[in-house]
């Protein structure tokens, strides 16, 4: 799943909706995001900054049962621990 990072979408969002694809769930079905991560980290890791959006850099961490890795570029990818 590619993320829009200058969309109107929250980050946390998206890695939420990509996780309840990835699980063929209802995303209200998931526990929430931030048992697993800090979302407020992650989003102002991955914000546009004031030079413009950051070159490179990945973070990754497991939430409902995946591997999530969220990369500078905007992808996301889920896949099974």
Known sequence: MHYDRL???PLSVAVADA???FLDEDI???EPLQYS???DALERLFEPRANGRRPNGSV???YSGC???VTADGEIRVETV
């Open 60 to 62: 990754s961490f497991e």
């Open 19 to 21: 996780v309840a694809t």
């Open 67 to 69: 591997l999530v890795t």
């Open 28 to 30: 209200t079905e998931l």
């Open 37 to 39: 991560i800090n979302t």
């Open 7 to 9: 969309g109107d979408e």
